[in-house]
Nanobody
Framework: QVQLVESGGGLVQAGGSLRLSCAAS????????MGWFRQVPGKEREFVAA????????YYKDSVKGRFTCSRDNAKNTVYLQMNSLKPEDTAVYYC?????????????????WGQGTQVTVSS
């Protein structure tokens, strides 16, 4: 069982930055593709970013390209989401997820383990 713990959420003004972290409990973390998703009340959880096991492959939702950067440190069992130029529409609960087989994916159903989420609120 892989445990994922997100941190780094909070309240920030529009145009500001936050860095989310997701720490994994398993040493095999380095072999997993990882994803970031977000959800607002009343809507489905949506894809934000994903990264391959080595960090060389990354994918982003179109609306966050150029503003968000996903990275990982396998020595620390941690994946990051650097969020710059934040907008009020980025407000959501952000979740990290682990995909234990295959490369990164934009599909929520492809991921096997999820964190508990961290709230990001961007004020206008």
């Amino acid at each position: 069982q892989v445990q994922l713990v997100e941190s780094g959420g909070g309240l920030v003004q529009a145009g500001g930055s936050l860095r989310l972290s997701c720490a994994a409990s398993e040493r095999t973390f380095s072999s997993y593709a990882m994803g970031w998703f977000r959800q607002v009340p009343g809507k489905e959880r949506e894809f934000v970013a994903a990264i391959g096991w080595s960090g060389s492959s990354t994918y982003y939702k179109d609306s966050v390209k150029g503003r968000f950067t996903c990275s990982r440190d396998n020595a620390k069992n941690t994946v990051y989401l650097q969020m710059n130029s934040l907008k009020p529409e980025d407000t959501a609960v952000y979740y990290c997820a682990a995909k234990i087989v295959g490369g990164p994916s934009r599909e929520r159903s492809d991921y096997n383990y999820w964190g508990q989420g961290t709230q990001v609120t961007v004020s206008s």
